[in-house]
């Protein structure tokens, strides 16, 4: 079974520039996470959703950054404009969620690593 | 405010002895807590995980401790091989359904041939 998919593996920009990350989830899963990942710290919950609808997006910086999820499937993470402080790896991960699980193993891609210059 | 705190960066134990990451969290409303391996250039790999209705979880060579009423929790890895050098990541939730994760800084573990 193939696992988190996604892509560019890495980027390097100038500062004010956008940039785009996209992520391609286990398939069946309903539930989509993005992670911020700054050097020596956890990832950082950027955004959840459920199929296609943003559930917990409070930690999302929304002056510059935005997400989708059309059709509940793939996802994109946009940053506009970029700043230095965004330099970071970018994690995509994704679960299985049901009413009957109690339980969901999130499951990580190998993230983007995102260097502003 | 670090909800989640791993206090060791680094820890270095010789292959085939115990190797013992250490774990403090500071919400009292986490009830679910997990184990998180990552290797370089790679994502975060579920490890294990515990409930708080217990105190001990075991799967093969590891064995997560929970101790409620001093909000700490441990991973144990006996014997520990070099593949396991890896990065320990902490994470706990309020949740059951473990959808919002609150990771610790993580632990670099190196065991030595």
């Known amino acids: 079974e193939a696992g988190v998919v996604q892509s560019p593996r890495y980027k390097i920009i100038e500062k004010k520039q956008p940039v785009a990350f996209w992520c391609n989830p286990i398939s069946g899963h309903n539930t989509l996470y993005w992670y911020r990942q700054n050097l020596g710290q956890g990832p950082e919950l950027l955004i959840r959703y459920e199929n296609e609808e943003a559930v917990d997006d409070s930690q999302l910086p929304k002056d510059r950054f935005s997400a989708e999820r059309l059709k509940g499937v793939d996802s994109t993470l946009k940053i506009q404009p970029a700043e230095l402080g965004d330099s970071a790896v970018y994690l995509c991960a994704s679960s299985l969620d049901g009413p009957l699980l109690t339980t969901d193993t999130q499951y990580f891609g190998p993230g983007t690593r995102l260097t502003v210059l | 405010d670090q909800q989640v705190k791993q206090n060791s960066p680094s820890l270095s134990v010789q292959e085939g002895r115990i190797s013992i990451l250490n774990c403090d969290y500071t919400?009292?409303?986490?009830?679910?807590f997990l184990w998180y391996k990552k290797y370089p250039a790679e994502g975060p790999t579920f490890l294990i995980s515990i409930s708080s209705i217990k105190d001990k979880n075991e799967d093969g060579r590891f064995t997560v401790f929970l101790n409620k009423s001093a909000k700490h929790l441990s991973l144990h890895i006996v014997p520990s091989q070099p593949g396991d050098s890896a990065v320990y990541f902490c994470?706990?939730?309020?949740?059951?359904?473990?959808?919002?994760?609150?990771f610790g800084e993580g632990t670099q573990l190196t065991v030595n041939p």
């Open positions: 994470a706990a939730s309020e949740e059951t359904s473990g959808s919002r994760l609150t």
């Open positions: 919400n009292s409303m986490f009830d679910y």
